[in-house]
């Protein structure tokens, strides 16, 4: 007789938790900028915090000081050899959002 989780029958279980209204539409909200609903959100919270044994990191949307700062870290950034064209590339930047 096997007593391994892996060779187990995969049976879901529905799974019901009480939550603020607040909470849920604005996790809601995240996950699908995410890329994912609640079920999934909460069976990576619960798959990631077997593998982690204990609670896990919290994925999180990267805002633009952080990919300011990633960039700025990995060479990713233009270097400016006067500061007439650091000023005509901002410009230009700013010509091209519109």
Known sequence: MKNNVKDQPMIK???????????????SHLFKAL??????????FLKQSIAENGLPFRPQLVN?????????????????????????????ELKNND
């Open 35 to 44: 890329g994912m609903d609640m079920t999934t959100a909460i069976n990576l």
């Open 13 to 27: 279980r529905k799974l019901s938790v009480n939550v603020l209204e607040s909470d849920r539409d604005a996790a």
């Open 64 to 92: 633009d000081t952080a990919k300011a700062v990633y960039a700025a870290r990995t060479g990713q950034v233009q270097h400016f050899d006067h500061e007439a064209d650091w000023q005509a590339s901002v410009l230009n």
